[in-house]
Every structure is written in structure tokens, then in C-alpha cells.
T-cell receptor, first 115, second 111 residues
Framework: NAGVMQNPRHLVRRRGQEARLRCSPM?????VYWYRQLPEEGLKFMVYLQKENIIDESGMPKERFSAEFPKEGPSILRIQQVVRGDSAAYFCASSPSGRENSPLHFGNGTRLTVT | DQQVKQNSPSLSVQEGRISILNCDYT??????FLWYKKYPAEGPTFLISISSIKDKNEDGRFTVFLNKSAKHLSLHIVPSQPGDSAVYFCAASVFGSRLTFGEGTQLTVNP
């Protein structure tokens, strides 16, 4: 998993607070994907971004969740007014291009706990 | 709608024997299939992939088989080693799009 950097590794928030998860893709990768893994489940797609563009956000909850990938800096997944059901592992992945079949490279995730 | 399914939540094998992990899918548009391995507290690590134009791909101890008519793929690990103990996820995509993952199979290789 070297290359895709996620921080923080662990994040504890009280209900109603905001959570910000950061992802720096591998060098040379301009495509970022966010996935969520709830306990005892597989990874579920949330959003796919390129620099400054959201390409596919069909997996994002309609409210409280947003994502960005600015021209400079890491991609940010933002969860407003967190609830206990948001507790999960959030994984970021990157690829050099979204237009060819190539494996995604994942970070080690951010484990969000909402108390 | 679970488009990719791994029906066995767990599998236990003896060291040196073959491990066979299975995966079924429903979306006939999928054209690229992958297996990832995941250790606790780490992200998934890419293992092996196969394009829909092939029916087999081999990389060392790992072989992936694809049966398009049955919409089924499998991962064979031989010989299995204790370090292979992990959760294995199969995933699929339509060309260049996001990956859809199965629920995972916990493989335990006993010494």
C-alpha cells in the first residue's frame, strides 16, 4: 500500500461534529476513488474524482457527505454532523488514468468512530 | 443489488494444499476482474487481474479463472502458505469505471 497516503489513521468524533479525511494519491496518479467499509461488509464505492472534478458520486449519501480533489493538495472527504452509522473504515484509492483497465492502489484507510 | 458475490465468508486449508476462492457476478457488462488481499488494519492490496477476453491468468502461486458463461471467477493459490491468511476480495468493473467489490472471504492457512 506504499504510495497512497491517508490521514488520520484513526479519527474519533462525537455525534454532530464534522469529520475530514485526507488522501494523497500515488505520485503521477490524478484519479482518486473513495470507498467505505462498514463492519462485516465489503468495500462500497462512494465517489470518483479527478483534479478539480467530480466524475461519479453515485455512491455518496445525498446529505452530509462531500468530496473534493483540488488542483493543489490532497483529496478531502468531508462528513458533516456525523452519526453513529458513519462509523466505518474509509479507504482512498488512486490510479493514473480512469480510461483503461488498471488496478487501483489503496491507502491503509481512516477508521472513523462516532461516539 | 449485490452485483458481485462471494458466498463463502471463510475458508480454512492446510499449508501446502490448494486454496480455491470463488466469486459470482450478475452484470454481464463487467469486463475486468481483480482479486485483492487485505490484512487487518491495512488497505486492500492488488493481487491479480483478468480481462474478459481471457479465461485464465497466472502469476506465480496465484491463478485466476474466468467462466463468462457462468459469470463465475475463482482464485487458486497453490501451494498455500500461512502468510496467505487474509481476507480476499474479488472486484469487477466496466472498462475504466469504478470497482464493485464482493463481501470478502477470510482465508486461514493452518501450519
Amino acid at each position: 500500500n506504499a504510495g497512497v497516503m491517508q490521514n488520520p489513521r484513526h479519527l474519533v468524533r462525537r455525534r454532530g461534529q464534522e469529520a475530514r479525511l485526507r488522501c494523497s494519491p500515488m505520485k503521477g496518479h490524478s484519479h482518486v476513488y473513495w470507498y467505505r467499509q462498514l463492519p462485516e461488509e465489503g468495500l462500497k464505492f462512494m465517489v470518483y474524482l479527478q483534479k478539480e472534478n467530480i466524475i461519479d458520486e453515485s455512491g455518496m449519501p445525498k446529505e452530509r457527505f462531500s468530496a473534493e480533489f483540488p488542483k493543489e493538495g490532497p483529496s478531502i472527504l468531508r462528513i458533516q454532523q456525523v452519526v453513529r452509522g458513519d462509523s466505518a473504515a474509509y479507504f482512498c484509492a488512486s490510479s493514473p488514468s480512469g480510461r483503461e483497465n488498471s488496478p487501483l492502489h489503496f491507502g491503509n484507510g481512516t477508521r472513523l468512530t462516532v461516539t | 443489488d449485490q452485483q458481485v458475490k462471494q458466498n463463502s465468508p471463510s475458508l480454512s486449508v492446510q499449508e501446502g494444499r490448494i486454496s480455491i476462492l470463488n466469486c459470482d457476478y450478475t452484470n454481464s457488462m463487467f469486463d475486468y476482474f481483480l482479486w485483492y488481499k487485505k490484512y487487518p488494519a491495512e488497505g486492500p492490496t492488488f493481487l491479480i487481474s483478468i480481462s474478459s477476453i481471457k479465461d485464465k491468468n497466472e502469476d506465480g502461486r496465484f491463478t485466476v479463472f474466468l467462466n463468462k458463461s457462468a459469470k463465475h471467477l475463482s482464485l487458486h493459490i497453490v501451494p498455500s502458505q500461512p502468510g496467505d491468511s487474509a481476507v480476499y476480495f474479488c472486484a469487477a468493473s466496466v472498462f475504466g469505471s469504478r470497482l464493485t467489490f464482493g463481501e470478502g472471504t477470510q482465508l486461514t492457512v493452518n501450519p
